[in-house]
């Protein structure tokens, strides 16, 4: 299969691969690999964490779909192709922009259930009881990704729920071959699901863990898929798939309710907006942090001439370490679900609050976070959240980024339904000054409270220069999807790099807290980080080998060409035609 797949990745044109790749989605089941080649086309452009996904959004197109059509397609594929992270039992944002310009954006996060309160995670003594709101029911919010992914298409799709459905449920329903790097991740994660019978049945055939090559076909899905298709949102929300849901709540100690599931609303917010030398930034706003961030480093790092100082320079790594930190300091006091906790976003990205705030830079000088955190390694817990850019040929895009929190959220499937419940919850500040699982640190804005958003670090993100597209990106990795985003962003406006090296150069993250330069393996030269602990930079804390820092899947519109790039970080590919 390893020939066949290098062969497919290597072989013919752009559009004689497209023939192949329809050919063989349309032929029982599918055996196909990742590129990460960039792909150019000028018809439409998909780029995802999942082969087959990225082909889903890409029939709806060829089918007369329009840039909503595929990325709701691509979404509810990537449920099936990519269970880690791909969810209808999680939630996301969506960043819309349409050829007028107009851009809007979707918040379909997860909410606290009603009977959710502060101190819920918290043991007698007010210490948090470990593992709580990550590995149990309690660590699940009400998924938002079912009712997002239809107010997207009902309001700006032009395609059915049943055509656009038709490939998640076909994944489902005849199955698809397991690649590498899913048996991979299956293989790190059966421990953890151990306890969970029915996590165990999904990802199994006869009881044997899924191995690759295997074709892997997952009935209850495809019945809750085709409930959906058929009922809408009421396919979901209520009725069986509802019940199956509470019922697994009752049995486990749970407490999401048929109420909490039958009020879920996505709602509308406005696009968080900032310039950058020109360029207009749209990004998610609260309850996401991901848009205030960026906007607040692009405005503090504005007044520097990054691209003369070279990109990986100590000078302009220095530079945006500095904003860094500071920008997450504000993340922690100030950001929440803005429905309970008065966000002062104006303040944030506002260019001269970024300049006051920044006036203590020293460009010689690394600022003390406190140090009161030493760096600490990746953790045994692998973490997934997917990004997925998406462009047609009218200049729509859309840049939608979903969640189950956790890889495979919180393990648990719930029996029937084929669905694995994220565990969003622990994006709360469980208690105040207490790292979640990103090390992220929260405050009150923060607190678990009922019916509440959790904050986010999801940060799908849209640039265009002078009413025209330029860019779509975004990427998982918690608390890093922030500073990843930025990344990209200065490498295509500061560096002027192709998009192919824009998602592919070395990363690295700083969050204030803790006082750790956590970076990919080649991001510092030697004589960088000599550089960089000259200026007082301390801390440098390697990713763990193989696991890079984000997956900014991403597309760049350039003299009328869409190029896609899929990152080489992981699996997947852009496709295009
Ligand atoms: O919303 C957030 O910020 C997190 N739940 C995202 C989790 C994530 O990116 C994990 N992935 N790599």
Excluded at 453 to 466: E, F, G
Excluded at 513 to 523: G, L, T
Excluded at 545 to 560: C, E, M, Q, T, V
Aim: overall charge neutral; proline content about 4%.
């Amino acid at each position: 299969m390893l020939s066949f797949e290098s062969k497919f990745a290597k072989s013919g044109t752009p559009s004689m691969r497209l023939k192949l790749l329809f050919c063989l989605i349309l032929i029982s089941v599918e055996v196909l690999a990742a590129s990460p080649e960039a792909v150019y086309g000028r018809g439409g452009m998909v780029s995802s964490r999942s082969t087959l996904a990225s082909a889903a959004g890409i029939e709806m197109m060829k089918q007369g779909g329009n840039a909503v059509d595929a990325a709701v397609a691509t979404a509810f594929a990537l449920a099936v192709t990519y269970p880690s992270a791909g969810n209808i039992g999680g939630g996301g944002f969506a960043v819309i922009r349409f050829p007028s310009g107009e851009v809007i954006t979707l918040d379909h996060r997860e909410k606290a259930p009603a009977k959710a309160h502060r101190d819920m995670y918290l043991d007698k003594d007010g210490n948090v009881i470990e593992g709580l709101s990550r590995n149990s029911l309690l660590a699940s919010g009400v998924p938002g990704s079912v009712d997002g992914l239809l107010t997207l298409l009902e309001t700006h799709g032009t395609l059915s729920r049943k055509v656009v459905m038709a490939p998640a449920i076909r994944f489902a329903e005849k199955g698809f071959v397991i690649n590498w790097y899913m048996a991979r991740s299956l293989g790190r994660v059966r421990p953890r699901m151990a306890a969970h019978a029915a996590s165990i049945e999904k990802f199994s055939i006869a009881g044997e863990l899924l191995q690759d090559g295997d074709v892997w076909r997952q009935p209850d899905l495809a019945k809750t898929l085709k409930a959906i298709s058929r009922h809408g949102r009421k396919g979901f929300y209520e009725g069986k798939v509802a019940d199956l849901i509470v019922a697994e709540m009752e049995r486990g100690g749970g407490i999401i309710s048929h109420e909490d599931l039958k009020s879920y609303e996505s709602v509308w917010r406005q696009p968080v907006h900032g310039t950058y030398r020109g360029y207009d930034i749209w990004s998610m706003g609260p309850p996401s942090s991901g848009g205030a961030l960026i906007v607040q480093m692009l405005n503090m790092l504005e007044v520097h001439d990054i691209g003369a100082m070279g990109w990986g320079s100590a000078d302009a790594v220095h530079l945006m370490i500095e904003a860094e930190r500071r920008a997450y300091a504000d993340r922690a006091e100030h950001l929440g679900d803005p429905d309970f906790v008065d966000v002062p976003l104006a303040m944030l990205m506002d260019k001269n609050y970024a300049q006051t705030r920044f006036s203590d830079f020293d460009a010689d000088k690394a600022t003390d976070s406190n140090n009161i955190y030493p760096g600490k390694a990746g953790k045994a817990e692998s973490l997934e959240t997917t990004h997925f850019s998406v462009m047609d040929a009218s200049g729509m895009m859309v840049s939608l980024t979903t969640t189950l929190n956790s890889s495979y959220g919180s393990k648990i499937v719930v029996p029937g339904t084929g669905i694995l419940l994220n565990n969003e919850m622990d994006d709360f500040s469980v208690k105040p000054n207490t790292e979640n699982q990103f090390q992220l640190m929260g405050r009150e804005a923060n607190a678990v409270e009922p019916g509440k958003r959790m904050l986010s670090s999801m940060s799908p993100t849209i640039v265009t220069k002078d009413n025209q597209p330029v860019l779509v990106t975004g990427s998982p990795g918690g608390g890093t999807i922030i500073t990843t985003t930025l990344q990209v962003i200065l490498n295509i406006v500061d560096h002027k790099m192709t998009i192919e090296d824009a998602v592919s150069m070395p990363r690295f993250h700083h969050q204030w807290k803790p006082n750790s330069i956590f970076h990919e393996r080649f991001a510092f030269s030697p004589d960088t980080k000599l550089a960089l602990e000259a200026k007082g930079h301390i801390n440098f804390v390697e990713s763990k080998w193989g696991r890079g820092i984000g997956d900014a899947n991403s597309i760049l519109y350039r003299d009328g060409v869409i190029q896609g790039v899929k990152d080489p970080r992981a699996d997947g590919t852009a496709v295009g035609f």
